[in-house]
């Protein structure tokens, strides 16, 4: 069992920045690739961004050139540093991660989610 702590989340105006974190209970390095998902009220979850074991990042069309996704494997912890935030941007957002748990196969875990909020 892999346990995902959020952190991070919180009130912010429009324009702000906010960085959210989740700290591993593995070491992320064995991790095929962990990202963030986030969900508004009455939305479906969607993808915000993720990054691979190898480094290679992907990102929601709605969040390029504003947020970035980074690991830090010391910490077994990756990062999504959100700037510029709108509105549209609040959601609670879950961390997950894919772990290789038998040759071509992984199990996707969920983090327990974390409340941005921004306000105009």
């Known amino acids: 069992q892999v346990q995902l702590a959020e952190s991070g989340g919180g009130l912010v105006q429009v324009g702000g920045s906010l960085r959210l974190s989740c700290a591993a209970s593995i070491n992320i390095t064995g991790i095929n690739a962990m990202g963030w998902y986030r969900q508004a009220p009455g939305n479906q979850r969607e993808l915000v961004a993720w990054?691979?074991?190898?480094?290679?990042?992907k990102y929601s069309d709605s969040v390029v050139g504003r947020f970035t996704i980074s690991r830090d494997t010391a910490k077994n912890t990756v990062h999504l540093q959100m700037n510029s935030l709108k509105p549209e941007d609040t959601a609670v957002y879950y961390c997950?991660?894919?772990?290789?748990?038998?040759?071509?196969?992984?199990?996707?875990?969920w983090g327990q989610g974390t409340q941005v909020t921004v306000s105009s």
């Open positions: 997950h991660a894919d772990v290789p748990i038998a040759p071509m196969t992984e199990e996707r875990y």
């Open positions: 990054i691979t074991s190898s480094g290679t990042t």
